[in-house]
């Protein structure tokens, strides 16, 4: 009986240190869990809410964190006290738990990324969409964009310059004329005159020569139409002998069938003749409209061509405004240059392809050379186109050997003025590219006509003088803007 309260003693002591141990254990988990969620911002697990390892149920039925020993305790009570193992795995979890991780432990889960396994395949990421896009591809759609959209506003501009084709060549004409005439104003303004009187003077002589070369032209046709008429039916009764004699050996019935055909189309086409008459008619009111807007147009130019183009400049943004003030007056230096080189040369062709058929005893020798002069305004084709209308007369008024010399005259003539005349004249600042010119040419024949292929060509020379100037502008403007400190440092 004297036991009793020994053991019950020690059980209660036990129990305390228990309880203390266990207040300890509470308090230093709180405490780490506020450093972590100061420190990393997510709240530790509690040390007191994992569960707690305890030792096996002893022999006498207890099964709590630990077992207390009897001071006293001997015999078979002895058993019911812990071991030291069984201590340290009762204590052991509570301690990493709470204080050995707090201290000296790894980071809390939420600071710590564990790495990818090794045998996790690398997934790379996904380029840029443009990046993917190669480099020339990329340049050709910037390129093709911007060419579009040229050419729709080419388009949308073509389809307004057809749909006011009139006026347009109208314009451009007296702008040809004004060209030719503004260096006549300049002179008489330099002598004394007034500008008013000097352009009414200028504009006055020029439509009245124009006029004169037009009237004799007429003149000529009419006085010799006659004996044109009896030449050109002498001349078909040649041509059908010689058909019929040549080694081509062609039949009179092959030759009577196809000036059958051409009657029964002639006949059969009155309608469509009839009408073409009826279109002639409109294309005379037409052309004498187109005169006497091109002198209208002409007039203004020489007396306030200065003031016009200072309200053309207004309409440019202020920023394009000083090219285009440089580039305005090299246009105008390389269409008068071109319009005044081009009068020489065709008067030059006229003369010399004239005197020829006059020798060669050609009739209509005088029209002829002024159709040459006028056809030389529109190049490369305008000479073919004379000089072909020449031989055929010939051909067709003589004989073959006539059409043979006046061909040899005609050719000798214009490469005489290809090599020589138009290089010397016409000078570098207004040379095009023979390709450029057959294109140009054909594409205004195309848009408007004979008018469309006489102003053609100085539209090109001209826009070729802007382009290079506006070129070289830029350029010099770029290296004016560089400032010292960018300039690269001088070489040894």
Do not use: C
Not at 25 to 31: F, I, L, V
Not at 265 to 279: R, V, Y
Not at 293 to 305: H, I, K, N, R, V
């Amino acid at each position: 009986m004297s036991r009793l309260p020994r053991w019950v003693g020690g059980v209660g002591a036990g129990l305390t240190r228990l309880a203390r141990r266990l207040e300890e254990r509470s308090a230093e988990a709180a405490g780490a869990g506020a450093s972590g969620a100061a420190g990393a911002g997510a709240p530790e697990p509690d040390a007191a809410a994992e569960p707690v390892r305890t030792s096996p149920p002893n022999r006498s039925g207890w099964s709590g964190a630990a077992s207390v020993p009897d001071p006293g305790a001997a015999g078979g009570l002895s058993s019911a006290a812990p071991s030291a193992g069984d201590s340290a795995s009762a204590s052991g979890p509570a301690d990493d738990a709470a204080g050995g991780r707090a201290h000296s432990g790894p980071p809390a889960a939420g600071d710590h990324v564990p790495p990818p396994p090794g045998y996790a395949p690398a997934v790379p990421a996904r380029p840029d969409p443009v990046a993917a896009v190669p480099w020339g591809v990329r340049v050709a759609a910037e390129v093709a964009w911007r060419l579009l959209i040229l050419a729709g506003t080419l388009w949308v501009l073509m389809r307004v310059i057809s749909a006011v084709r009139l006026v347009v060549l109208s314009f451009v004409v007296g702008l040809l004329i004004t060209a030719l005439l503004q260096p006549t104003v300049a002179w008489l303004k330099r002598r004394g005159v007034p500008r008013g009187l000097a352009t009414v003077m200028t504009f006055i002589s020029g439509f009245v020569v124009m006029g004169l070369v037009g009237w004799f032209v007429v003149w000529q046709v009419t006085d010799n139409l006659d004996d044109l008429s009896g030449q050109v039916q002498q001349g078909i009764k040649d041509l059908k002998h010689w058909l019929l004699t040549s080694p081509f050996h062609v039949t009179e019935k092959q030759i009577n069938n196809i000036a059958d055909n051409l009657s029964t189309a002639i006949g059969a086409n009155t309608k469509d003749i009839t009408s073409a008459g009826i279109e002639g008619v409109q294309v005379i009111l037409e052309v004498l409209t187109g005169i006497l807007l091109a002198m209208f147009s002409t007039l203004f130019l020489l007396y306030d061509g200065p003031r016009i183009w200072e309200w053309l400049l207004k309409l440019f943004p202020a920023a394009a405004r000083e090219g285009v003030a440089g580039a305005g007056p090299r246009a105008w230096a390389t269409l008068t240059a071109y319009v005044r080189g081009t009068v020489i040369v065709a008067l030059i062709d006229a003369i010399f392809i004239g005197i020829g058929l006059f020798f060669l005893n050609v009739p209509l020798a005088v029209p002829l050379a002024v159709f040459i002069f006028l056809f030389a305004f529109v190049p490369l084709v305008g000479a073919v186109v004379s000089g072909a209308l020449a031989v055929v007369v010939a051909l067709v008024t003589k004989d073959v050997f006539t059409a043979l010399m006046v061909l040899i005259v005609v050719l000798a003539v214009q490469q005489i003025e290809g090599h020589v005349l138009q290089p010397f004249i016409l000078g570098r600042a207004v040379r095009v590219h023979p390709l450029a010119v057959v294109l140009s040419v054909v594409a205004g024949s195309l848009i408007a006509g004979i008018g469309g292929a006489v102003v053609a060509v100085p539209l090109v020379a001209v826009t070729n003088t802007v382009v290079g100037y506006l070129r070289a502008y830029a350029r010099d403007k770029a290296v004016a803007s560089i400032t010292p400190q960018d300039e690269p440092p001088p070489g040894p």
